[in-house]
């Protein structure tokens, strides 16, 4: 437990001391405390930092949203016997198990403007071609599209899970009382279903926040050439890797951990009030 304590305490504590320093370029230049200059640098910036801070939450709400819902919706659906339902729901499961680079790489070459087979489907419907990827009117959407695509399917595990869970009785009891599909739903699945989702959105909204392979993969380092696809994570790595400034670097990366950790607390308590109503 020490060891483990120690693992993730020393990463913590060497990025909090960091940002708190002008480290930058070599490992070996001296540098000096700045105290909370890299902090008070950041909050202020408003060209790069708080439209990132906007994107990760745009990213993360509709992203997190649209997996709720889909998930919800095809877990309820495949809750239900039918011919094929194993292969199906092998199916549902591949975007799993590929890795998010090799993921972000199959949907860069399928978005690819000129010869992509998106395009190739759009104009075989008499649509006008999209940017996707390319077009920073679209390229945050598109990425919306690749991680509901991927992230989809863990979310129906959960639920189904959660579903088979579900006793029975207080269903079978509104059907005979008379109530429809859609009042069973509202008044016994749903509300005895909200703790398994609170737990998926809460799991989900931490993997959504913290994306960075897929972005990096489609757009990489700057989220594309007007930063439209720029979050904190990518931001914070392109200060890092890029410009070799490793005090802003951890200053950032700091205040993001803050900012899931205020997520996670509003989703903690939005649970809890849930479970007790």
Do not use: C
Request: cysteine-free; proline content about 5%.
């Amino acid at each position: 437990m020490v060891f483990i304590g120690a693992l993730i305490a020393f990463p913590i504590g060497y990025t909090v001391f960091l940002s708190l320093t002008d480290s930058a370029g070599s490992v070996n230049r001296p540098f000096e405390f700045v105290g909370l200059a890299n902090y008070i640098g950041w909050l202020t910036d408003t060209e790069r930092f708080w439209p990132a801070v906007g994107r990760t939450a745009y990213f993360t709400g509709v992203a997190l949203g649209l997996e709720l819902l889909f998930g919800l919706a095809i877990a309820l659906l495949l809750r239900k016997t039918f011919r094929g339902q194993g292969i199906v729901r092998v199916f549902i499961l591949l975007p799993l198990v590929a890795t998010p680079v090799a993921v972000g790489m199959m949907w860069l070459l399928i978005f690819e403007p000129t010869i992509g087979f998106a395009n190739v489907v759009m104009q075989f419907f008499g649509l006008p071609a999209q940017g996707w990827l390319s077009d920073p009117s679209t390229a945050l959407n598109t990425l919306i599209f690749i991680d509901v695509w991927q992230w989809t399917p863990m979310v129906i595990l959960i639920l189904l899970a959660g579903l088979s869970t579900l006793p029975e009785e207080p269903d079978e009891a509104a059907r005979v009382d008379g109530a429809n599909a859609w009042q069973r739903f509202r008044h016994i699945t749903l509300p005895l279903l909200a703790p398994v989702i609170g737990a998926a959105a809460i799991l989900r909204a931490i993997d959504a926040m913290k994306t960075f392979d897929i972005i990096y993969a489609t757009k990489g380092i700057g989220g594309g050439s007007s930063h439209e696809a720029e979050t904190l994570n990518i931001l914070a790595y392109g200060q890092a890797f890029q410009f070799s400034q490793y005090g802003k670097a951890s200053a950032l990366l700091m205040l993001f951990f803050m900012l899931i950790v205020i997520v996670l607390v509003a989703l903690a308590i939005l649970r809890k009030r849930g479970d007790r109503s």
